[in-house]
């Protein structure tokens, strides 16, 4: 299986004040890269009919910090399935700058819907989507 890879570049604004990307910007960076993903894939990642939105919000974060990166570091962060489920997407991530790791970690996705402001519910994940994700990534 080949992950899903997207580079960022660390901005000022991401750092703290030693010049260290603050913690908090790796989740900004997998997101982002998730993103990327369903754009190269066609799909919505977050879809609007009517009244009705739908897409896949965080359930459970995790991530592991190896070492630190400063502004100006170019990021690879790479994205795998680790489960392409009927309600829920989970997903392991690395990140690296110049080969070297800085971060491993994992994000859960559920999908739901919600009419206007109302609560979420969880739903199926639709089929389109579960068949581009195993076809991208081979499983």
Do not use: N
């Amino acid at each position: 299986m080949s992950p899903f890879f997207a580079e960022h570049r660390a901005q000022f604004a991401d750092t703290d004040a030693a010049g260290i990307v603050h913690f908090s910007t790796m989740f900004l960076w997998v997101e982002a890269t998730e993103e990327a993903l369903f754009r190269e894939l066609g799909i919505p990642f977050l879809r609007q009919e009517g009244a009705r939105t739908s897409g896949f919000p965080r359930v459970r974060v995790e991530c592991d910090y190896l070492a630190p990166v400063h502004r100006g570091d170019l990021v690879a962060v790479s994205l795998a399935p680790a489960e392409i489920g009927d309600k829920r997407l989970a997903w392991s991530f690395e990140a690296t700058v110049e080969g070297r790791p800085v971060a491993k970690g994992s994000l859960i996705t559920v999908y739901a819907w919600r009419e206007g402001q109302g609560v979420m519910a969880a739903a199926l994940v639709p089929l389109e989507i579960k068949k581009a994700l195993q076809k991208r990534f081979g499983v």
